[in-house]
């Protein structure tokens, strides 16, 4: 179990519990002597440059994943000609209403 402590500016004390679980995981030579100048570079742990580039190739799949769904949403329901009209006339009152000095 590893603990996280954060401080916020307002002077309060935020902790998380985290649970971790060691892994073995094999690579090709050359690209842990990549991994090895860039985690030296930045004064990170092995462990620490693992964790953020597996949370990252999530996050970065997942949101891959919800504009597919978001294009396949418009893909399967268009919007017809009266929605545009409806947006772009609620558009033009909204950028009318704006204070333009």
């Known amino acids: 179990m590893n603990v996280a402590l954060f401080f916020i500016p307002d002077g309060i004390l935020w902790y998380s519990v985290v649970m971790v679980k060691k892994v073995a995981i094999s690579l090709p030579e050359d690209i842990l002597e990549r ?14 440059f693992f964790r953020r580039a597996a949370e990252a190739l999530l996050a970065r799949e997942a949101e891959q994943h919800a504009l597919r769904r978001y294009i396949r949403g418009y893909r399967d329901h268009p919007e017809d000609a009266g929605e ?8 033009e009152s909204a950028w009318s209403e704006a204070p333009w000095e």
């Open 84 to 91: 545009v009209a409806q947006a772009q006339r609620l558009t």
């Open 35 to 48: 991994v090895e100048r860039e985690r030296q570079r930045r004064g990170e742990s092995r462990s620490t």
